[in-house]
C-alpha cells in the first residue's frame, strides 16, 4: 500500500494527501477536496447524512484510489489490482474503512444515462476480471433480495455519487463518478435486523430528508428485504428515462471467464507494452462489455 504514483494505487489518507501536496492532476484534488468537504460540511443546517463516512474521513480512516479512465482497459485493470489489494489491507486499516474511487472526468458532457452506463460498464468488466469466483452463497440474479456485488469472494455495496444530481446532493460529485466500495462485512452489527442497524437508519434518513431536502429515494432499501433489491442504490435514478430497468450486469458462476495472464496482478502493464505481440484492446477478455461507453 502507498507505493508511488497514484493511478490504481491503494492510498491512506496521509499518503494521498502528500500526493497532492507534491502535485497532482487538477481533478485528483478537486475529487478529494469536493469528498471531503461533503463529509465534514453542512448543507440546509444539517451534516452529511451518514456519520460513518464523517467519522471514517475525520480519522483518517478512509482508504482511496484513483482510476484514470472509464473505458481503458489498462486503467481498469489497476483499478482491479488496488481493489484486490484493498480487501486485504482494510480489516487491518480500521474497523471501518471503506474504499473511496476517483475517476477522471469525462473529455464530453455525460448525461445521466451515460453515467448509469458507465458503472456497469467498471462493474461488469471487475466481475469478468476478477480471479475469484463468484460467491456460493450469493444469488447470480440481481432481481433476487439477497443479490450483491461480489468481487475478490466478498460482496461489496458500491455507492456512487456523480455531477447530475440537482437536489439529491448527498449523492452529488461536480467532478466525475465516484465509487465507494464497501464491504458487507463492515455492516455487521449495524444492519435492518439489528437494534442498533435500526437506530442508525433512523438517523441517517432522517438526516438524508434535511441534508438533501427532498424525501429519501424510492430505491432506498436494505439488503434481503423482500421488494428491496441492492443494484438501483448504487447511483440512484434522477430520471426515469435515463436510468436502466433492470439491472444492466450479467454475473454467472462461469470462472475464469478470461485468459489467465489477465487474472494476474499487473496484468496491466502486459496491455499496456503490447509484449504478447497483440493490439491493445484487440485482446481476449478486455474489455468483456461493449455498453457504448465513451473512452476518457
Wanted: aromatic share 12%; net charge negative; glycine share 8%.
Amino acid at each position: 500500500m502507498n507505493e508511488p504514483g497514484i493511478d490504481g494505487v491503494l492510498l491512506d489518507q496521509s499518503a494521498l494527501r502528500d500526493r497532492i501536496d507534491d502535485g497532482v492532476p487538477e481533478w485528483v484534488e478537486r475529487h478529494y477536496e469536493t469528498f471531503r468537504a461533503s463529509m465534514l460540511g453542512e448543507r440546509n443546517d444539517t451534516p452529511f447524512p451518514c456519520y460513518f463516512g464523517i467519522e471514517a474521513e475525520r480519522e483518517g480512516d478512509l482508504l482511496y484510489t484513483v482510476c484514470d479512465s472509464l473505458t481503458d482497459p489498462a486503467a481498469l485493470l489497476r483499478l482491479r489490482d488496488a481493489l484486490l489489494e484493498y480487501l486485504d489491507a482494510y480489516e487491518d486499516h480500521a474497523e471501518r474503512a471503506p474504499l473511496v474511487t476517483y475517476f477522471r472526468p469525462p473529455a464530453d458532457d455525460f448525461s445521466e444515462a451515460d453515467y448509469h452506463e458507465a458503472l456497469w460498464h467498471v462493474l461488469q468488466f471487475l466481475h469478468v476480471h476478477d480471479p475469484e469466483p463468484w460467491p456460493e452463497d450469493v444469488p447470480t440474479d440481481p432481481d433476487d433480495p439477497y443479490w450483491e456485488f461480489c468481487f475478490g469472494g466478498e460482496p461489496l455495496f458500491p455507492t456512487c455519487r456523480a455531477p447530475f444530481y440537482d437536489e439529491r446532493r448527498s449523492r452529488y460529485c461536480p467532478v466525475g463518478l465516484e465509487i465507494t466500495f464497501q464491504p458487507r462485512a463492515v455492516f455487521e452489527g449495524v444492519t435492518a435486523d439489528t437494534e442498533a442497524g435500526q437506530r442508525a437508519r433512523e438517523v441517517i434518513q432522517g438526516r438524508l430528508e434535511e441534508y438533501d431536502g427532498v424525501c429519501p429515494h424510492a430505491d432506498l432499501g436494505d439488503y434481503g428485504v423482500a421488494g428491496d433489491r441492492e443494484w438501483p442504490q448504487y447511483l440512484f435514478r434522477e430520471e426515469e428515462d435515463e436510468a436502466p430497468d433492470a439491472c444492466p450486469m450479467t454475473v454467472d458462476r462461469e470462472h475464469p471467464k478470461v485468459d489467465d495472464w489477465l487474472l494476474e496482478p499487473g496484468a496491466w502493464r502486459r496491455f499496456d507494452s503490447g509484449d504478447d505481440g497483440t493490439a491493445p484492446r484487440d485482446r481476449g477478455g478486455a474489455p468483456a462489455t461493449d455498453g457504448g461507453v465513451r473512452d476518457v
